[in-house]
């Protein structure tokens, strides 16, 4: 991605981008060249390549496309270009969009079931549970117009056997959901191979909700729709 020298706003969205994207690997939320990262700019936004592995990830790889899809700097976006620019479309305050290939979102969108107020920390996503939206093929127009459904509401979903997605105010936010449903998913996938998980009820969860607009981190990220 070469940009301007003055840019340094851009440049350092593009350094936080790959060093993100190393971050899930490190995590073990995706290998080789899976999942993908998006960053909102002046212009569009800035998103990871297609195809380009982890190792040799750097941030002249990155895309910059225009709110449209089309290239400003750099070419062969990640093939769910689409789903990110229809989130920052439906969504006009996420700043971020952070999509996953994680062990064990994968293995519950397989199932193709939501996540459900197991944990009072479902709340995270915004919501009473995390949505599962329906099956379509990566890269699709459906698929993201199907994420974009899940979404209403909430800031993370499963994408039925495929994944998960999640988008904030900032990468920090978006990056943060990840790592948290991620761990959300495992303890659900955990507690259902010991028997019959108890869920919290819609009253419950209103109250977590209520209660997460003022609790500490989560404070400031609770104003995505």
């Given at each position: 991605m070469r940009t301007k020298g003055k840019d340094k706003e851009k440049l350092e969205k593009a350094d936080a981008i790959v060093q993100a994207y190393k971050r899930l690997y490190k995590l073990k939320l995706n290998r080789g060249a899976s999942g993908n990262i998006s960053v909102k700019t002046k212009n569009g936004f800035l998103i990871t390549p297609s195809g380009v592995s982890t190792e040799r990830l750097n941030k002249e790889y990155l895309v910059e496309l225009d709110n449209l899809g089309t290239p400003i700097v750099g070419s062969n976006p990640s093939?769910?270009?689409?789903?990110?620019a229809e989130i920052y479309k439906s969504k006009r305050e996420v700043g971020a969009v952070v999509h996953t290939h994680s062990n064990f979102?994968?293995?519950?969108?397989?199932l193709q079931e939501d996540l459900p107020p197991f944990s009072y920390m479902v709340a995270v996503a915004g919501g009473k549970d995390v949505r599962c939206c329906d099956y379509a093929i990566f890269g699709s127009r459906e698929l993201a117009n199907k994420v974009v459904e899940a979404l209403k509401g909430r800031k993370a979903c499963l994408m039925a056997n495929h994944g998960l997605v999640c988008c904030g105010e900032d990468l920090?936010?978006?990056m943060y959901l990840?790592?948290?449903?991620e761990?959300?998913?495992e303890q659900y996938m955990i507690a259902r191979s010991i028997g019959e998980v108890k869920v919290l009820s819609d009253t419950e969860m209103?109250?977590?909700l209520e209660k997460f607009e003022n609790y500490g981190h989560i404070k400031r990220k609770s104003k995505v729709k």
């Open positions: 093939s769910e270009w689409c789903l990110h979102a994968c293995a519950l969108s397989s920090t936010e978006a990840a790592v948290e449903l761990a959300l998913c209103k109250m977590v």
